[in-house]
């Protein structure tokens, strides 16, 4: 129950967790936490894709692609906030970052899974949790990095526009919509 307590501490009060908790904060943490909560919402998309009965296969690559796609995600990510805050003067280290990163990580991406359940909400839920994800973000980047309020800000927001480019490109590129 360790990680849910520690996902539910960092929910309601992000800042202290982070303090607190930055001792413990490591990369194999991290990974660990973010396989947790991915598994978590590809088992509870499993259940949906089996409910659908479309078959065996969707649900079992669901369950074992989610965590690779998360930890892949969640690692490129801290690492382009290494080098921005590094670059606006940051001292920290990468694992610890991680390992913060990975306490609000995991349990948003069940969060947002669970909302997706939900008809007729919209994008507004997700909305509120990604601003609130985002906030987490800067939160465990100002407190890993030792950087001001502003430069953790600059930094994320930097390193998110930065992670986002790849993808909207590849969207895209895959027969996204077209542009005429």
């Not at 991290?30 to 909560?37: C, T, W, Y």
């Not at 990468?94 to 359940?117: C, D, E, R, W």
């Amino acid at each position: 129950m360790k990680f849910i307590d520690t996902w539910v501490n960092t929910l309601r009060n992000p800042e202290n967790t982070f303090k607190a908790e930055k001792g413990n904060a490591n990369l194999r943490n991290g990974v660990k936490h973010i396989a947790v909560g991915a598994a978590a919402s590809g088992l509870i998309t499993a259940i949906l894709i089996l409910l659908s009965g479309t078959g065996i296969v969707g649900p079992i690559v669901t369950i074992i692609i989610y965590p690779i796609i998360a930890i892949i995600s969640a690692l490129v990510l801290a690492a382009i906030i290494y080098l921005i805050a590094g670059i606006l003067g940051g001292k920290g280290e990468y694992g610890t970052h991680f390992g913060l990163m990975a306490y609000f990580y995991a349990p948003m991406i069940i969060i947002v899974t669970l909302l997706g359940l939900i008809p007729g909400l919209g994008g507004i839920p997700n909305l509120l949790a990604g601003l609130y994800a985002l906030y987490m973000l800067v939160a465990s980047t100002k407190e890993a990095y030792q950087l001001s309020a502003t430069r953790a800000v600059i930094a994320c927001l930097v390193s998110c526009v930065i992670f986002a480019i790849p993808i909207v490109l590849a969207a895209i590129m895959l027969g996204g919509p077209s542009v005429q």
